[in-house]
């Protein structure tokens, strides 16, 4: 058996006392605070799940991917919608895919997600869809390790018409049922009356979703009902000023009418709902210019929906589309009308209780080196 003192294996050095004493010192904090330490957090690993059953409306089942981001939770949710002129695409295209794989990088939880397609199935189906698989990511949000008062919409081509219109239909607050806090929008269908007015190519699918035309361009309704129908399935018929704060992008230079989606963006405006504009010169379609796109996408999505601080109703918006602090999402908002980030405000943190802390936190320190110091200097320790 060693001759080592018994006593020198459990004597309290002035390391050993800085230790306690720090964790203390997290304890107090982590008290005046009423926030719960790390040890209790759930962490995620940055795993992908697949097919997950979140619906099956007339017998068709829908499925989502999961992408979710490494770190802790929970975590801000995008809901990711497949481009397809409505009739066709599928959530694991490799686009789709690569969107989410940058979102999970950027720390929101992207959820890849498949809808009813044209034209079996016509406006609201595909709407109503998107609405269910928010609906279960809100539902299930201890599962997916998500803040189910922020979720967003994405959505490239048909997929963005799709996020439009879950952002701008619906009532009450953003944070609860079927709502989202944010829309992104790329090179969507947004006034489909005026895609339809001018004739452009894809005008036939958005009859199909429309629900004017049927399989194999079969007419539906007389067009006496048509213009009708197409306007109740456009985005911007139902846009008023409760609605998300939305990024919108369009290329100068695609088959999608630029400047239905810059009139869109002037009632965006007129409404006084923050939003951002995207659009490249150079030309490119939806996923196309994912590369130029997604980090100013990734940016208003920290700004309106990461940093949200969603509540069940918010005031009126004020005359001025300018915030004086960071994003409040409720039943809509103020914010920088050309969609740029607005400064961010700290929220408050209680002083006497930190002073508190940290005062016991000094005491305690002190305390335990001066215990220590005693120890060291004992006769009876030999």
Same mark, same amino acid.
């Given at each position: 058996? =060693?001759?080592?003192?018994?006593?020198?294996?459990?004597?309290?050095?002035?390391?050993? @006392?800085?230790?306690?004493?720090?964790?203390?010192?997290?304890?107090?904090?982590?008290?005046?605070?009423?926030?719960?330490?790390?040890?209790?957090?759930?962490?995620?690993?940055?795993?992908?799940?697949?097919?997950? %059953?979140? #619906?099956?409306?007339?017998?068709?089942?829908?499925?989502?991917?999961?992408?979710?981001?490494?770190?802790?939770?929970?975590?801000?949710?995008?809901?990711?919608?497949?481009?397809?002129?409505?009739?066709?695409?599928?959530?694991?295209? $490799?686009?789709?895919?690569?969107?989410?794989?940058?979102?999970? %990088?950027? @720390?929101?939880?992207?959820?890849?997600?498949?809808?009813?397609?044209?034209?079996?199935?016509?406006?609201?189906?595909?709407?109503?869809?998107?609405?269910?698989?928010?609906?279960? &990511?809100?539902?299930?949000? @201890?599962?997916?390790?998500?803040?189910?008062?922020?979720?967003?919409?994405?959505? @490239?081509?048909?997929?963005?018409?799709?996020?439009?219109?879950?952002?701008?239909?619906?009532?009450?607050?953003?944070? =609860?049922?079927?709502?989202?806090?944010?829309?992104?929008?790329?090179?969507?269908?947004?006034?489909?009356?005026?895609?339809?007015?001018?004739?452009?190519?894809?005008?036939?699918?958005?009859?199909?979703? #429309?629900?004017?035309?049927?399989?194999?361009?079969?007419?539906?309704?007389?067009?006496?009902?048509?213009?009708?129908?197409?306007?109740?399935?456009?985005?911007?018929?139902?846009?008023? /000023?409760?609605?998300?704060?939305?990024?919108?992008?369009?290329?100068?230079?695609?088959?999608?009418?630029?400047? $239905?989606?810059?009139?869109?963006?002037? /009632?965006? /405006?007129?409404?006084?709902?923050? *939003?951002?504009?995207?659009?490249?010169?150079?030309?490119?379609?939806?996923?196309?210019?994912?590369?130029?796109?997604?980090?100013?996408? &990734?940016?208003?999505?920290?700004?309106?929906?990461?940093?949200?601080?969603?509540?069940?109703?918010?005031?009126?918006? =004020?005359?001025?589309?300018?915030?004086?602090?960071?994003?409040? &999402?409720?039943?809509?908002?103020?914010?920088?009308?050309?969609?740029?980030?607005?400064?961010?405000?700290?929220? =408050?943190?209680?002083?006497?209780?930190?002073?508190?802390?940290?005062?016991?936190?000094?005491?305690?320190?002190?305390?335990?080196?001066?215990?220590?110091?005693?120890?060291? *200097?004992?006769?009876?320790?030999?």
């Amino acid at each position: 058996m =060693s001759s080592r003192p018994f006593s020198s294996v459990h004597r309290l050095t002035p390391w050993s @006392g800085a230790a306690v004493s720090l964790l203390a010192a997290l304890w107090f904090v982590a008290g005046a605070l009423d926030v719960p330490l790390p040890a209790g957090a759930q962490v995620s690993t940055g795993a992908t799940q697949s097919d997950v %059953q979140f #619906a099956a409306p007339a017998g068709v089942p829908l499925a989502m991917d999961v992408y979710r981001p490494s770190g802790t939770g929970p975590f801000a949710a995008v809901v990711v919608l497949h481009p397809g002129g409505f009739v066709k695409g599928d959530k694991a295209d $490799q686009q789709v895919v690569t969107v989410a794989q940058d979102l999970a %990088q950027a @720390g929101f939880e992207a959820f890849t997600v498949n809808y009813r397609l044209a034209p079996e199935f016509h406006y609201p189906a595909p709407v109503q869809d998107v609405q269910s698989a928010v609906s279960y &990511i809100r539902e299930h949000a @201890g599962q997916f390790n998500v803040d189910p008062s922020r979720i967003a919409a994405f959505g @490239g081509s048909a997929g963005g018409t799709l996020a439009a219109a879950v952002g701008d239909e619906g009532t009450g607050s953003l944070c =609860s049922g079927t709502r989202v806090v944010a829309v992104v929008t790329w090179s969507g269908a947004l006034d489909l009356n005026q895609i339809v007015t001018e004739q452009i190519g894809g005008a036939d699918a958005i009859e199909e979703y #429309a629900g004017v035309l049927g399989a194999h361009h079969r007419q539906l309704i007389g067009p006496a009902d048509a213009t009708a129908a197409v306007i109740k399935a456009s985005a911007i018929t139902y846009l008023d /000023k409760t609605d998300p704060p939305q990024f919108v992008a369009n290329s100068q230079h695609e088959f999608m009418p630029l400047d $239905q989606a810059l009139e869109y963006l002037n /009632k965006l /405006k007129r409404l006084h709902i923050p *939003n951002a504009f995207f659009s490249r010169p150079a030309g490119g379609h939806a996923f196309d210019y994912t590369a130029f796109a997604i980090q100013p996408t &990734i940016d208003f999505l920290n700004t309106y929906l990461k940093a949200a601080k969603c509540v069940a109703s918010s005031p009126k918006p =004020s005359s001025s589309p300018h915030p004086t602090s960071s994003p409040t &999402i409720g039943q809509g908002g103020n914010g920088n009308a050309d969609g740029s980030p607005s400064p961010s405000s700290h929220s =408050s943190v209680p002083v006497i209780p930190i002073a508190a802390a940290a005062a016991g936190a000094i005491l305690l320190v002190g305390l335990l080196m001066w215990l220590a110091a005693r120890r060291r *200097n004992s006769p009876y320790r030999r």
